[in-house]
Structure formats: C-alpha cells, structure tokens
C-alpha cells in the first residue's frame, strides 16, 4: 500500500473473498537477495512457515516436524534461533502484529480530514482481516491461551502504540474542528473498530450457518464494510 498525500475513495480498498486454508493470508519471504544474509533468510522462512502451521493447527496441534518441512531447513535451525516451540510462536505472533502496523504506517492520515481518515481506517481495519485470516487465526488462538504467549513479547504493546497515536491525532483534530465529540477515549474506538470487522471475520462460518446468509459474498462484505464505517462515524460525531 503507498503513502497516500490527499484523500483517496474508499473504493479503493477492494473487497475479496479471503485466501482458501492452504494459503491463508501468510507472508512468503522474497527470494534471497544479494546483500541479504543466508542466516536471516532461514529465519525468515521459519516465521513464515510456523506462521502458517501455527495459524491453521494452533499451538497445540503444530508440530516443528511439519514447519521445517515447509522449509530448506531442519529442527536445529528452529533451536538455534528461537530456543523452543514457544519462542518460534511468539515470533510469529510478533511478526502478524507488526505486518498490520506497518501497513498502518504507510498511510498519511493527516492529509485527510478527520472524518475521511478514520473512514479510511475502519476500512483498512477490515480489509486487512479479510485479507490476512491467518492473522484473525493467531489472535483466536492467543486468546484460549489468555495472551499467555503475549504477555511474554517485548515489542508487540509498543508496536500497537503506533496506531493509537494515529487515531489520537485523528480524533483530537475532529474534535478541533467541531466534527467529533471530545470525550472520546481513542483506545476504546479503536476496539470498537476492531471488534466490529474482527468477529465477523473469525465467526463467519458459524454466523453463516445460524443465520443461513453467505457473509462472504461480495455484496455481504461491501455492506458490512458500510455499516461499519456508519456505526463508527455516528458514535464519534457531534
């Protein structure tokens, strides 16, 4: 995604059925280049393989057999960088949160008005999670462990800082302006952004079948991304 430097239509976000359970919205390592270290690569290509058993199986039910397999490298390796299971699992957790991060970094929000740019990343938000279920898959797991596993990261809270400061300045410019309500809390919002995209991603099987409607469809998710954004926006205005 570029930088963006005036507002751009929502429209430009596309709205896609998400990646089948073979290719569920993993990462694949760029070939080797020619400054890049063979030992950062396999690193690398270890993330991107656990991130895929890990996201698919679940802590439990993922075997370090299965993810050297989907590698050229061997369970050596895995103990050589990670230490354990475990600490393969948190980088891979570690890796799901700092990819949505970085994809937020590349967005100039201050080049649109508040209400354009918190549009702009509600939309985001769900996108990404129709886009990335392997990441919607590594949060459902963390939490049947009770963010055992996160609690444990050094660097995921102040990653996730980032994107509150962005909503911060957003709803702080809104409220400047008259367009927003100044008791807002931008923590919560930003749950309220997440959970909104989030469980209908993570319950559309289940939502599906209770309800007898494909939530899939592009019409569904073009409606969902809509009302999303009409609840959001109505909750922060004046």
């Given at each position: 995604?570029?930088?963006?430097?005036?507002?751009?239509?929502?429209?430009?976000?596309?709205?896609?059925?998400?990646?089948?359970?073979?290719?569920?919205?993993?990462?694949?390592?760029?070939?080797?280049?020619?400054?890049?270290?063979?030992?950062?690569?396999?690193?690398?290509?270890?993330?991107?393989?656990?991130?895929?058993?890990?996201?698919?199986?679940?802590?439990?039910?993922?075997?370090?057999?299965?993810?050297?397999?989907?590698?050229?490298?061997?369970k050596a390796m895995?103990?050589?960088?990670?230490?354990?299971?475990?600490?393969?699992?948190?980088?891979?957790?570690?890796?799901?949160?700092?990819?949505?991060?970085?994809?937020?970094?590349?967005?100039?929000?201050?080049?649109?008005?508040?209400?354009?740019?918190?549009?702009?990343?509600?939309?985001f938000t769900f996108?990404?999670?129709?886009?990335?279920?392997?990441?919607?898959?590594?949060?459902?797991?963390?939490?049947?462990?009770?963010?055992?596993?996160?609690?444990?990261?050094?660097?995921?809270?102040?990653?996730?800082?980032?994107?509150?400061?962005?909503?911060?300045?957003?709803?702080?410019?809104?409220?400047?302006?008259?367009?927003?309500?100044?008791?807002?809390?931008?923590?919560?919002?930003?749950?309220?952004?997440?959970?909104?995209?989030?469980?209908?991603?993570?319950?559309?099987?289940?939502?599906?079948?209770?309800?007898?409607?494909?939530?899939?469809?592009?019409?569904a998710l073009r409606?969902?991304?809509?009302?999303?954004?009409?609840?959001?926006?109505?909750?922060?205005?004046?």
């Amino acid at each position: 995604m570029r930088a963006l430097s005036r507002p751009v239509p929502f429209s430009t976000f596309r709205v896609a059925v998400p990646p089948t359970d073979a290719q569920p919205g993993v990462p694949t390592a760029p070939p080797v280049a020619p400054h890049e270290r063979a030992p950062e690569r396999r690193r690398q290509e270890l993330i991107d393989a656990a991130l895929l058993e890990f996201s698919i199986k679940g802590f439990g039910g993922a075997r370090v057999d299965a993810i050297v397999a989907r590698t050229n490298s061997n369970k050596a390796m895995v103990y050589h960088y990670f230490g354990s299971k475990e600490g393969l699992y948190l980088a891979a957790l570690e890796a799901v949160y700092k990819d949505i991060r970085d994809q937020e970094a590349l967005i100039d929000f201050e080049q649109m008005s508040p209400p354009i740019a918190l549009a702009f990343l509600t939309e985001f938000t769900f996108q990404y999670y129709l886009d990335h279920p392997a990441f919607v898959r590594m949060i459902n797991n963390e939490n049947l462990h009770n963010a055992r596993y996160l609690k444990q990261s050094s660097s995921i809270a102040a990653a996730n800082f980032s994107i509150i400061s962005k909503l911060t300045r957003i709803l702080q410019r809104g409220a400047a302006s008259g367009a927003f309500r100044t008791d807002l809390d931008p923590v919560d919002v930003y749950i309220s952004i997440s959970a909104l995209g989030f469980t209908y991603v993570s319950n559309q099987h289940t939502l599906s079948v209770v309800f007898g409607r494909d939530l899939m469809s592009k019409e569904a998710l073009r409606c969902r991304m809509a009302r999303i954004k009409d609840v959001i926006l109505c909750y922060v205005s004046r």
